[in-house]
């Protein structure tokens, strides 16, 4: 059986099969999500660097990374053993 943790880096990770988005942190409606939750719901993993992408998992927690989203999109599909996808665009 693979392995299903998604690593963020310096000894971070987590379950990749409890993730259900994943979004860049410049967004203001993102920023003001996060910011509004409970703080024992947030997780920062970012080790001092700039917010760039947040992953919202199944039980309601979010974890803030240092990742971008398009990083964090890759490597979930080498986890999952998918094919990434093409943007639409």
Do not use: C
Request: charged share 20%; proline share 7%; glycine share 6%.
């Amino acid at each position: 059986m693979a392995s299903s943790l998604l690593i963020l880096g310096r000894g971070g990770m987590i379950d990749a099969r409890r993730v259900i988005l994943i979004a860049p942190y410049h967004s203001k409606p993102v920023r003001r999500l996060v910011l509004n939750t409970r703080p024992e719901k947030v997780f920062n993993l970012t080790y001092g660097q700039p917010k760039r992408a947040i992953l919202l998992l199944t039980e309601g927690y979010f974890i803030v990374t240092h990742r971008t989203a398009d990083e964090l999109m890759l490597a979930l599909s080498e986890v999952h053993g998918d094919e990434p996808q093409k943007p639409w665009w």
